[in-house]
DNA sequence: GAGTGGTCTAGACCACTTC
DNA sequence: AAGTGGTCTAGACCACTCT
């Protein structure tokens, strides 16, 4: 028997179906990663029209709930497991524990984009060494993250290498008498561009985390990263200390 | 005539026609605000069906760059003026600065959410004060916020009143004699909800970043409060000082 | 081959806004 | 009344996955 929905509601068809699934995902009737009802199944289940069923999946799938593949299925999103990333995770480069597993995409000479000049003290158009990688997490890439670096610093030095050896390029740059003053890190969000999406296999429009980070040494930019991630796998952690009386 | 698409292409009709919207509205075709073509003039442009026309133009509202009114037709989203929240901003509470318009929505005692309840070192369901507020931008509501302080630090004080006074909660608790340490933020990302949809006037499923803070005084926290914004409007700026060698 | 989602069409009725 | 978006139907063809 079709399952009835209240068409006399102001709610329309496709968002009552989503409530309901959404109800029996709350209430655990899947496990992560598990199947969802197909679009036929759903037009079976309510009477209803392909569309109307496609639609009330795709309000799940926008909501970050769950995901549909291509002559497979609907599928519950296994909540990715939820990195923080602390305030405090530059003071581990030498323990080394920083270490997530990496992808280099691309690691070389460059032009550096308008945005990122600014920040450098530089103009648009001026080379820098890009270093493009991806960071997985369990398997999955989960965070993209692009760092320009003026010439000077790290022209041929290991930081224009594509393994810059143990701790990284900060640690790197320490080794050249750079000291570390501060790093300014500007937090947005928004929805993942094409690109970003299948980058970071994220399905249709879902929400990504950027972080802009500036780092200084000796009282000038030396590194400008910008990181996009899941909205859904990571916190951002920051403490910060009340200012002295 | 109708503009020609590429039927042959593997980029779906809606695509290839919000790509179309997209550059005009890049090459500054319309001004803020405007309003974009209507379902029926794409469908009279490009010779396709309603549906998809329509599917093409909620690419553009997915994205964040249009916005549909019901009766009245698509327009382009005014960018909405950014607001950096800057992590010294509690520094400015005496000088009065931070005083953007704010509408109470809610002030009482109430229980406390879980969440919530372990970030005040209390047990769900405890009472607390609940301060539920709403910030506008330009005449526009920007940012909810709803904060949690347990009642033997606000029960009967300025803090459980709609108006707290000069400085707020915090110049309050300091003139209680408690000294605030630091505040811890944690910062996500996701798509809002149906009901901050409506708080914020975000159109469909737009991003929201939301940011809770726990403020620490004496040793113990005094504070959580979950803020939820809208993500197109807020950059949030956090300066980390370098671990000291 | 059967089942799945991805795209598209041509129509319909409704609710809202504007004139 | 005319134009707009919001919902819904019944069908179609295609591409992909699985067995």
Do not use: W
Not at 171 to 176: C, N, V
């Amino acid at each position: 028997m079709a399952e009835r929905l209240n068409r006399a509601s102001d709610r329309p068809a496709y968002r009552q179906i989503a409530d309901r699934l959404r109800a029996e995902v709350a209430r655990g009737d899947f496990a992560p990663g598990a199947q969802l009802p197909s679009e036929s199944a759903l037009e079976a289940r309510f009477k209803v029209s392909r569309v109307t069923a496609r639609r009330a999946l795709s309000v799940l799938v926008n909501d970050g709930l769950a995901q549909s593949e291509h002559g497979r299925g609907y599928f519950l999103r296994t909540p990715p497991p939820v990195q923080r990333l602390s305030s405090d995770r530059f003071d581990s480069r030498d323990a080394g524990t920083e270490d997530a597993p990496v992808e280099v995409l691309f690691v070389g000479r460059g032009p550096v984009p308008a945005k990122m000049a600014e920040r450098l003290g530089l103009v648009a158009g001026d080379d820098v060494i890009v270093r493009n990688r991806r960071y997985l997490l369990e398997g999955r890439p989960a965070r993209s993250a692009v760092s320009y670096i003026p010439l000077d610093i790290a022209a041929g030095t290991p930081i224009a290498e594509e393994d810059p050896g143990p701790g990284g390029i900060y640690a790197r740059m320490e080794e050249q008498g750079l000291t570390f003053d501060k790093y300014d890190e500007e937090v947005t969000a928004r929805v993942a561009t094409e690109e970003e999406s299948r980058l970071l296999l994220l399905p249709g429009s879902t929400p990504v985390l950027q972080v802009v980070r500036t780092a200084f040494a000796d009282g000038r930019p030396v590194e400008v990263c910008e990181a996009v991630m899941d909205a859904a796998a990571f916190v951002l952690d920051y403490s910060l200390p009340a200012r002295r009386s």
